[in-house]
């Protein structure tokens, strides 16, 4: 029998056992299982968050597979919420994990209730309606987005999406990295959010490799 002290040992080494426990009753969704949300149910999924929904109508494609990391070319076809799911169940033997195969306008209408949201959308139009959805039911929600070496995060508090010039743009080329990274950015904010440590709210992270291939980090203030 698997032992949660055994499994999140490194982690109880870092806050300790109260902290830890402490996670078993937080519950997140994540909006969007592809490589953003791939990522961050990978990252989260084994750190002892209780539950995690994952929300997507999509389907694996053979395109998506070098930088969706919960996915194999066994899974081409098949719901991506659902094989994110699986993966973290096989990872994790304590965690209650749900996949919800619909877009994320069907799901706000199951009025489920979070302790946060997190976005691994790839587009402007779902980002602004995750947080017009969030700020109406009061819960924070974590921004990410990336595109070729680029990358955004924000943990959103009091300041809005829609500062954000809102449009049907499309992400262009995408490095696998970058993606993952971005997803590393957000789960590392989730987690301490959750785990009653110290974030910073409401400012925006810009991740860029400048012509010389230096990692440039730029910080904005939103506004309210």
Not at 108 to 122: F, G, V
Not at 192 to 214: H, S, T
Request: hydrophobic share 40%; glycine share 8%.
């Amino acid at each position: 029998m698997i032992k949660t002290e055994d499994y999140f040992n490194r982690q109880i080494q870092l806050w300790g056992e109260e902290t830890q426990t402490s996670l078993e009753s937080k519950k997140i969704a994540i909006i969007g299982s592809g490589g953003l949300g791939c990522s961050l149910a990978l990252a989260l999924g084994t750190s002892g968050i209780g539950h995690i929904d994952m929300v997507d109508f999509d389907r694996v494609g053979l395109h998506n597979i070098h930088r969706q990391v919960a996915f194999t070319l066994k899974d081409e076809g098949r719901p991506k919420a659902e094989v994110a799911v699986e993966m973290m169940e096989s990872k994790n033997p304590f965690i209650k994990a749900r996949a919800f195969d619909m877009d994320f306008e069907a799901f706000k209408k199951l009025n489920l209730s979070y302790d946060l949201i997190i976005d691994a959308t790839d587009n402007l139009p779902s980002r602004e309606s995750i947080n017009n959805y969030a700020k109406s039911v009061q819960t924070p929600w974590i921004y990410g987005s990336v595109e070729e070496f680029n990358g955004q995060v924000c943990f959103f508090d009091q300041a809005s999406f829609t500062v954000f010039n809102i449009s049907d743009h499309k992400p262009g080329g995408i490095t696998a990295p970058i993606v993952m990274h971005i997803a590393s950015l957000q789960a590392n904010l989730a987690l301490r959010y959750l785990a009653g440590l110290p974030i910073v709210k409401d400012k925006l992270y810009y991740l860029y490799f400048n012509a010389q291939g230096e990692l440039v980090t730029q910080k904005f203030g939103m506004p309210s």
